[in-house]
T-cell receptor, first 112, second 114 residues
């Protein structure tokens, strides 16, 4: 079965620095990969989607890369702010069905 | 973006009772809705996928007779936890989609079974 690993349980970053989160998967590559933000006691909020034939996607201060050879996606937040503190989830989707599989998440803390 | 609501946001019940959770897509028609369960400090685990007007597809290990899902319309899906027990206490989250890309999540329902 597919296994998804996100780099660490928690990541502490100084405000203004770039935060980089990792998502690795085993077995078969997904048709697309998504990143979500989740705040405590809330549902996830969609951030970015990147397809298997795309190398990089950007949205404001966010950047996602997708390397199907390494079976890895990197999620970057540049000029990080304390408001970026949250848990970030990666999720893999397959074209045969609309369901997605979530990774365990990385809790990001941005200190002032 | 598209909005999904859930009701109730919190529920506390006694062991053995049944609890119904509603999931509504407010400004779009959700051809597919998903139900997830999330335990503390863990990720979302997909419980079932439901399409309007048809039976839900349950993930392995999820008891369909215990977690009843009804997707009566393109904007409403309900999850009923039957004969709830303390181990069913969790954060239940639904999502809706109208494409195979982005899912729109509800705010979640915190269920506590005493």
């Amino acid at each position: 079965s597919q296994k998804i690993e996100q780099n660490s349980e928690a990541l502490n970053i100084q405000e203004g620095k770039t935060a980089t989160l990792t998502c690795n998967y085993t077995n078969y590559s997904p048709a697309y990969l998504q990143w979500y933000r989740q705040d405590p006691g809330r549902g996830p909020v969609f951030l970015l989607l990147i397809r298997e034939n795309e190398k990089e996607k950007r949205k404001e201060r966010l950047k996602v890369t997708f390397d199907t050879t390494l079976k890895q996606s990197l999620f970057h937040i540049t000029a990080s702010q304390p408001a970026d503190s949250a848990t970030y989830l990666c999720a893999l989707g397959y074209s045969s069905a609309s369901k997605i599989i979530f990774g365990s998440g990385t809790r990001l803390s941005i200190r002032p | 973006g598209a909005v999904v609501s859930q009701h109730p946001s919190r529920v506390i019940c006694k062991s053995g009772t049944s609890v119904k959770i509603e999931c509504r897509s407010l400004d779009f028609q959700a051809t597919t809705m998903f139900w997830y369960r999330q335990f503390p400090k863990q990720s979302l685990m997909l419980m079932a996928t439901s399409n309007e007007g048809s039976k839900a597809t349950y993930e392995q290990g999820v008891e369909k007779d215990k977690f009843l899902i009804n997707h009566a319309s393109l904007t409403l899906s309900t999850l009923t936890v039957t004969s709830a027990h303390p181990e069913d206490s969790s954060f239940y989250i639904c999502s809706g989609t109208f494409s195979y890309n982005e899912q729109f999540f509800g705010p979640g329902t915190r269920l506590t079974v005493l």
